[in-house]
């Protein structure tokens, strides 16, 4: 199959015009495109000139067959997705490699902002990345200096407003789409009312926060940093052993209330992207009281990442990407699951217990190696939301999806 006759199987994608943009230009190269819609979001985004359309409209139940006709029909050689445990894609990932067909996934960057993950097969806790730091440590050696990113400004406007008409393409769902469920937990209405709250408390939050952290970070008391994730994210669901952020909360607390110095702090600090939906505040007063912590946890609804990383006596991650930051930082980390830094030499590999101990800092070289390395083989540059990230990244993403071998099947 040569580089000008691939035939692509898009499935669901970002709320954006990046999928049909980057279909436009596939098509254009000569590749055949094919495009499942599953909701109405899906058709409202989606171009005719980006390539004809299958409507989905059955029980998940019968996707396993439809995706195996298309694939039949069209003769496809390889399938787009956004993330990679999305009920409407697990049939498509799980039925592929048996039939010689490549799966892309795309996400948001493991390095940001200016940058996307694109992996073939899967990412985060799925990605094909070893976990070996000799190999890192190798790899990176023989890698080329890597080129200084097109920078971009992406407002969280732009973004929300593409969620936004997305959400109102699926208006129509019951009729045009009567058996699709969206694989958020959380529906977009209750949402939109939870950032509508959060966003119009945080003014009043912002300078206590930064307070707080000034007393952080100018203080001699050593702190411990916990970043919270979102309950809704794959991250958690499907790539941890924890349910949601209250049962990590627990754990962490309870081990520092038993393990940790007695004049350390614990920073916890909510996601930037939270919804609101969940009284963080509340959940740690309450367990503050359950483990005797009261005056040693500092809680921030917003604040610079970065500042306190400087600072920080240690990072409690789950598998976020702020243990990427963190570690860029040279600041010690411990992750909770096993996202794609978490190896010796990178995060501690005790337990959780022993970490408020003088945790060792990561490795710099094997951080350069691993740094360089996952950004050659994983990131491209681009965005997914305005227009200029949108332009590089379907430039730069047609060039990878297109070649007979991914930039890592090439390392490997």
């Excluded at 969940?278 to 359950?290: G, H, K, M, P, T």
Aim: glycine share 8%.
């Amino acid at each position: 199959m040569t580089r000008q006759g691939r035939s692509f199987l898009f499935l669901q994608g970002v709320c954006s015009p990046f999928y049909p943009r980057l279909g436009q230009r596939l098509a254009a190269e000569g590749n055949r495109v094919v495009k499942v819609q599953f909701n109405g979001g899906d058709t409202l985004y989606w171009q005719r000139d980006s390539g004809p359309v299958h409507h989905f409209r059955g029980p998940l139940s019968e996707l396993a067959g439809v995706v195996e006709s298309l694939w039949e029909r069209h003769a496809i050689t390889d399938q787009i997705v956004f993330g990679d445990r999305r009920p409407v894609h697990r049939p498509a990932i799980e039925g592929g490699p048996a039939k010689g067909i490549r799966t892309h996934v795309f996400e948001e960057g493991y390095f940001r902002p200016f940058w996307i993950t694109l992996e073939r097969e899967g990412v985060n806790g799925h990605s094909l990345l070893p976990r070996d730091p000799e190999w890192f440590l190798e790899t990176g050696r023989r890698l080329p200096e890597l080129p200084a990113p097109d920078r971009f400004k992406s407002a969280f406007r732009v973004r929300a407003t593409h969620d936004v008409l997305y959400h109102l393409g699926g208006i129509a769902n019951p009729l045009a789409y009567p058996h699709y469920r969206n694989h958020a937990p959380i529906t977009a209405p209750v949402e939109y009312a939870g950032y509508l709250k959060r966003f119009t408390q945080l003014r009043f939050w912002k300078p206590r926060d930064e307070e707080r952290i000034r007393a952080l970070v100018d203080g001699k008391r050593p702190f411990f940093l916990l970043p919270l994730q979102l309950n809704t994210d794959a991250q958690i669901r499907d790539h941890s052993p924890f349910d949601d952020m209250q049962e990590v909360m627990d754990r962490v607390m309870g081990s520092f209330a038993e393990f940790a110095p007695a004049d350390a702090l614990l920073c916890i600090k909510n996601h930037p992207l939270d919804m609101g939906l969940v009284n963080y505040a509340r959940i740690i007063r309450e367990l503050e009281r359950f483990y005797g912590l009261e005056g040693r946890i500092v809680y921030l609804e917003s604040g610079n990442l970065n500042t306190l990383l400087k600072r920080a006596a240690g990072t409690v991650t789950v598998n976020s990407t702020v243990g990427i930051v963190s570690l860029e930082h040279r600041c010690p980390t411990l992750a909770l699951s096993d996202p794609i830094y978490n190896m010796a030499g990178l995060t501690f590999q005790e337990s959780l217990d022993e970490f408020w101990h003088r945790p060792p800092p990561p490795d710099d070289e094997l951080f350069r190696s691993f740094h360089d390395t996952v950004m050659h083989a994983t990131q491209v540059n681009g965005g997914f939301y305005c227009r200029r990230g949108i332009d590089l990244a379907v430039e730069n993403a047609a060039r990878v999806l297109t070649a007979e071998h991914s930039p890592l099947e090439a390392l490997l």
